[in-house]
């Protein structure tokens, strides 16, 4: 009986710790979007977590710490699956729990995947949702107990384009901005993030341009050409072997923040493939030790 009791205690624990509401990312109509029926779905992906397609309707899942461990510090959360799905299991609420035993309120960003039939321009809507993302958490920061200052952003593969794109665009409002809030975020997480859409670095490219874009897009959406002295730190992490999305996408990124004097630290595994989420079962170190050290100025 005792062990039982122990066991509801828990999970009451838990559900109270890991408090989680679904906010609309917008209130009434969705910027860049076309009027069509929201044809949404999740699956289950080969590791038995939850996966979602065809996001025309974004949405943003707050997890915030208990208030005891609070420190202030806010995390949005882009998951990744090259802009085709969103894992939004292990690189979305697996992710928020972790950051919420830190003390960071975590917030999962359910973008919209670029899909002609769903928007007007199918390569600003995962950008638009990223900005908007962030401006919510600083217009909320009083209510969900966050230090405007201390907003960050973290992607995975093309989730890692999004918030290196948030990183890199952020002087560019692709929404309305009337009360001036800064979209630019304090810091950002890339985990064997795509950075460039040239053809020889990246397979994401198709799907959030087209088949044919101008060199003048691919140049646009390619963020290591955007790196400037206020770029945002950047913590970033790949593996040597991924077979999805090439290292140089880290190297040419981190040397682009390196020549700007950014502060940056790179993370490079033998081995680990890709898709790795928060645990690379090829190598005994764990990101996330490196990055509780480099993120001690925000915890």
């Not at 999004?162 to 975020?185: D, E, F, W």
């Not at 140049?219 to 593996?239: C, G, M």
């Amino acid at each position: 009986m005792k062990h039982l009791l122990l066991t509801l205690l828990l999970i009451q624990l838990s559900v109270f710790v890991f408090a989680q509401t679904v906010v609309p990312l917008y209130k009434g109509n969705i910027p860049n979007s076309k009027n069509i029926a929201n044809r949404e779905t999740s699956f289950t992906g080969a590791d038995g977590k939850p996966r979602i397609t065809k996001v025309s309707v974004p949405t943003l899942t707050v997890f915030l710490p208990a208030k005891d461990k609070a420190n202030g510090t806010a995390v949005i959360i882009c998951p990744g699956g090259g802009y085709v799905h969103l894992s939004i299991g292990g690189e979305g609420y697996d992710v928020a729990k972790m950051f919420n035993e830190w003390g960071v309120a975590a917030f999962v960003l359910k973008y919209r995947l670029p899909d002609d039939s769903t928007m007007q321009h199918k390569e600003m809507g995962p950008l638009q949702d990223a900005q908007r993302a962030i401006q919510l958490v600083r217009m909320n920061a009083k209510e969900w107990n966050v230090n405007p200052n201390k907003v960050g952003i973290i992607g995975f593969s093309a989730g890692g384009h999004l918030a290196a794109t948030a990183g890199t665009h952020y002087n560019k409002p692709l929404i309305p901005n009337q009360s001036n809030v800064s979209l630019r975020p304090d810091f950002m997480i890339l985990l064997y993030a795509v950075i460039s859409l040239t053809d020889s670095l990246s397979r994401s490219s198709k799907v959030l341009l087209g088949a044919n874009p101008s060199q003048d897009m691919i140049k646009l959406y390619s963020n290591e050409f955007h790196v400037t002295a206020n770029t945002p730190p950047a913590f970033i992490v790949a593996a040597k072997d991924d077979p999805a999305v090439n290292i140089k996408n880290s190297i040419y990124f981190y040397h682009a923040l390196q020549r700007h004097r950014v502060r940056s630290s790179l993370h490079l595994y033998e081995k680990g493939g890709h898709g790795f989420g928060l645990n690379n079962k090829m190598s005994n170190e764990k990101w996330t030790d490196w990055l509780k050290v480099w993120m001690k100025d925000w915890l």
